[in-house]
Structure formats: C-alpha cells, structure tokens
C-alpha cells in the first residue's frame, strides 16, 4: 500500500494538531517495561539491546516499496524499525500484513511516530490503538508539539493532553511517548525550559524519547537531561549534528559519529540511568542515497559499540 511522502510538519497538519489547540520485561528481552514499575537497570540488564531505524530516514524507499524497504533494512543488520504518522492510513487488513512480513524477516516494531490527532479521543485514537496493537508496538509517540513557538501555557495544556492518552492507552497494553525537536529546549515566557514542563506534567510510565540532534543544535547537555530523568528516556534517536550549512553537509546531514555529539558519555548515561530499551537511527538526508546512508549508519553504530 505505497503512502506519499510527508514532512514532519505535513503530517502533523494532518493528523489533528488544530484539534489539539482547542481542546513489563524489557525490550531487549522481547517484553516491554511496564512504566515505573521496572527499574533502569532491570531494563538494561540484559544489554543486547535493539538497534531500530525511524521510517522517516527511509520515507522515499518506503513509499515506493515497503516489503522491499523492510527486507533491505533487516540485511543490513536493523532489527526494528519505528513507523511514522502516514502508517495510521493504513487499513487493518494491511497492517495485519505488515505484521505477517515483519515476522517472517524477523523484524520488530517497538513504537509508532504519531500527530496530535493519534492522542485524542476519537475514531483516530481508536485505530491506531488497533494498529500498534497489530503491529506489536508498545509505544506511541508525539513527534511534535502541534505548534512551532509554544507558551508556556501551551506546553502545559500539552503534557495534561499527554497524560490523558497515557490514561486511556494504558488500559490496552500502551504507552504514550514524546518526541522532542530543538525548540522545546528554550525557555517559554522567560522561565521554564519546555522540555521540562512536558517532563514534570506527565506521569512516569510516559517515555521521553530523545532526539540527539535537536538537543544539540539547541546547545542543551543530554546527558544531563538523562541523568535527571532516570528510566523515563527509553528510545532515542540516534541522530547527529554539526555547525555548519547544509551545503557543506552539515547541520542534520552528517551521519551517525560525524557530528558532535558525544555519544559515549550519551550511551553510558542512557544504559546505566535512562533506562533505555531500545535504540532508533534517524537521519533526515544525506550526501548518499536513503539506503545507503542508513548502511553506513549502522556501520558507525557497530564500530561504537565494539569500542
């Protein structure tokens, strides 16, 4: 079932956000952690933690062959991979196929990247409890504020909106998650950072994905969020950044270690505090073609953790 391709803030238009302005094992084991009630180190124990891919880094190549897409990804050695928002025009019967494909390649699905609409009540919200539960997923995630320069009031209508879903997904096995961009790291109305407000307004079990790159391109430490956020950051997103334009391939379009990020002092923080259970490469574009550049991500990710 080909979907077009969508940018970020494409689908975010379309899945709700006007809306939203109105109104436990671990993974590594094969069973996801239920909130606060597993500690970070019982979820890291076992440290064969997965190495997934978001969908987006891939947008074209799924769109225009998915079983292809996933078979490709799967050789290359990834072992999950995160759906982004157009999965939720997917019928049932189709997610039940992709389901059926991903278990015959041995490929998991541990979360899905969702607008606002996915979060509240309605028929939306409904489907895609359905569809992450076909899909075997535990997670699903906001991958944006449905705003671009939030208040501080915003951002706290937001995390109550957040933890009403974390309410009503619990109940089917669950859980909601945020996903942060760049500008949840400023400070709204002069006092509080964003991400904070989202961190202290919602329950424990609601997982802070991290976003790497935009946490650096906002200047902010990771590991510190990390450390202060114990067993809530259990995603990530293993994108890089670097100073620069992006005609000298910089910013977003470096690769996995070619930035600065500094992902050693990153991974100890996120297995020995944050609670991670699995990883997600994520790069938006590069100098190579999507495939290639999700390759040569991985290789760079190997190469890490043989060091």
Known sequence: MPTPPLSRRDFLARSGAGAALLTTGTVADG?????????????????????????????GEQQRDLPGTLRALKAMGYEAVEFYAPYTGWTLPYAKTVRTMMDDMGLRCHSTHNGMGSLLPGELMTKVVE?????GARYV???????ELGTAADYTRLAAQLTAAADVLRPHGLFAGYHNHDAEWA????????????????????MLQLDVGTCMKAGA??????TAHPGRI???????WAPGTEAQEKQYRVLFGEGISPWS??????????????????????RYSELDT?????????KLRRG
Not at 194 to 201: H, T
Not at 221 to 226: L, M
Not at 294 to 302: I, K, Q
Request: charged letters at 20%; a neutral charge; one cysteine or more.
């Open 31 to 59: 069973l996801l952690a239920r909130g606060a009630q597993a500690s970070p180190t019982a979820r890291t124990a076992a440290r064969a933690l997965p190495i997934g891919i978001e969908m987006y880094a891939v947008r």
């Open 221 to 226: 430490d990771p590991v510190a969020w990390i």
């Open 187 to 206: 400070t709204v109305d002069g006092g509080t950072r964003a991400m904070d407000i989202i961190a202290g307004g919602t329950p424990a079990d609601l």
């Open 234 to 240: 259990r995603s990530v997103h293993l994108k890089d």
């Open 294 to 302: 999700a390759r040569r991500c991985l290789d760079s990710w190997r």
């Open 141 to 147: 995630v906001l991958a944006s504020p449905p705003f």
């Open 265 to 286: 002092r990153i991974i100890g923080a996120l297995e020995s505090t944050g609670g991670v259970e699995f990883y997600l490469m994520e790069q938006e574009g590069s």
């Open 131 to 135: 569809l992450n539960q076909i899909l």
